[in-house]
């Protein structure tokens, strides 16, 4: 794997002494988020897979940026442990890399945490062909800045992401998920209702359900944790939901779990354009924010932090404005189909923390190696 590694770097150097910039790709599962520049060429990481190292005990794996995400999630289940922020993967080429660089959550987000806070250490490769290692395998190495979790999220701007250790967690003993038939202003009022108490609420999601004109929507509550825990909260939510008026029942576990993978992966039906004109928005809010005054169907994660619809490009300043009052803000996750490009993924940043994002791409890459905009910056 060394040869590997010096290939890398000496990739990179040429790039830099040509002027040319590098977009880094594994599976390629997540190439359609962020920001596009076709011209770009591509480093190609795939052949730097595999576990380096897992250690059940200490909760802690480290593994090589292109070792397929499934093959990682399927060893630690061997041992009765998960990533508990459940990574999506958009496809069965994912990445380890992949994950970290994209920064992407799942369905338990609010719960658990996201992939940075996972992240315990990285190696990396930066613009000037330079290997660099940051963090290590537990939790309280606090030696100098903490470069391993800025990496979550960096989308390949600040270099090559080769190795990353990340802090796993044993599954849940137990799981159950409530279906309850409530309006969108009911559910995420029980939402914050819920959030006080000493509930092992894990997850949540509500929809409009289309097909129930009474109700117009349903809110999706998943319980992990002890056995006595869970069975103890399901009967107690479910007489708060009816004493709302509403009603509540628990799903069995299979079609349950299913439903929960296809919200994870987007293969849910509220995932599928009804027009190729209509974009994929993503608004980020503080999961107390009250009921959205847009014209869109919503899909809610997140205990109310996440709220994703489909609307036209044209309607990128309403939603935007609508996100920020809220103290958030709203990302074109997927263009439709014949979409241009004139409207851009990201809110643009305040200008302090743009000039912050800036000087930080030019101490990791001085000659602009992977300054693909892929941030939009």
């Not at 137990?174 to 006080?196: F, P, V």
């Not at 980020?284 to 014209?295: A, I, R, W």
């Not at 189909?337 to 743009?354: I, M, N, R, Y």
Request: aromatic share 6%.
């Amino acid at each position: 794997m060394d040869s590997v590694i010096s290939n890398f770097k000496a990739h990179i150097r040429q790039a830099a002494a040509d002027g040319l910039v590098l977009r880094i790709q594994g599976g390629g599962t997540k190439h359609f988020y962020g920001e596009h520049n076709p011209s770009h060429a591509v480093l190609d990481t795939r052949d730097y897979a595999g576990v380096v190292s897992y250690e059940p005990s200490e909760l802690v794996v480290t593994a090589r940026c292109s070792t397929p995400l499934a093959e990682l999630e399927q060893l630690l289940s061997t041992q009765g442990q998960c990533l508990a922020y459940e990574p999506p993967h958009f496809g069965a080429a994912a990445t380890v890399g992949g994950m970290v660089a994209a920064g992407l959550a799942g369905p338990s987000r609010a719960t658990v945490g996201g992939v940075r806070d996972h992240v315990l250490g990285v190696k990396m490769i930066n613009g000037l062909g330079e290997e660099l290692t940051f963090g290590g395998q537990v939790m309280k190495n606090v030696a100098g800045y903490d470069v391993s979790r800025l990496l979550a999220g960096s989308m390949g701007t600040l270099g090559v992401i080769t190795e990353v250790s990340l802090k796993v967690l044993p599954s849940a003993p137990a799981e159950a998920t409530l279906a309850c038939q409530l309006s969108q202003l009911d559910a995420l009022n029980q939402l914050h209702r819920w959030g006080a108490q000493a509930l092992p609420l894990n997850a949540s999601t509500w929809l409009n359900d289309l097909t129930d004109t009474a109700n117009n929507g349903v809110l999706f509550v998943r319980l992990r944790g002890a056995v006595a825990a869970v069975e103890a909260a399901c009967p107690r939510m479910i007489a708060e939901v009816q004493a709302l008026g509403g009603q509540a029942r628990r799903m069995e576990q299979l079609p349950a779990a299913e439903d929960w993978q296809a919200g994870r992966e987007q293969t849910h039906s509220f995932f599928k354009a009804a027009s190729s004109e209509h974009c994929l928005w993503r608004l980020s809010v503080p999961p107390t924010t009250p009921v959205l005054d847009l014209p869109y169907a919503m899909y809610i994660e997140w205990h109310g932090g996440l709220r994703w619809c489909w609307a036209p490009v044209s309607a990128a300043s309403q939603l935007r404005q609508a996100a920020r009052q809220a103290g958030g803000h709203a990302t074109l996750f997927r263009r439709g189909l014949g979409v241009g490009d004139d409207v851009p993924v990201f809110t643009e940043l305040p200008a302090v923390q743009l000039r912050i994002q800036r000087d930080l791409q030019k101490q990791f890459d001085p000659h602009a190696v992977f300054n693909t905009a892929r941030l939009g910056i």
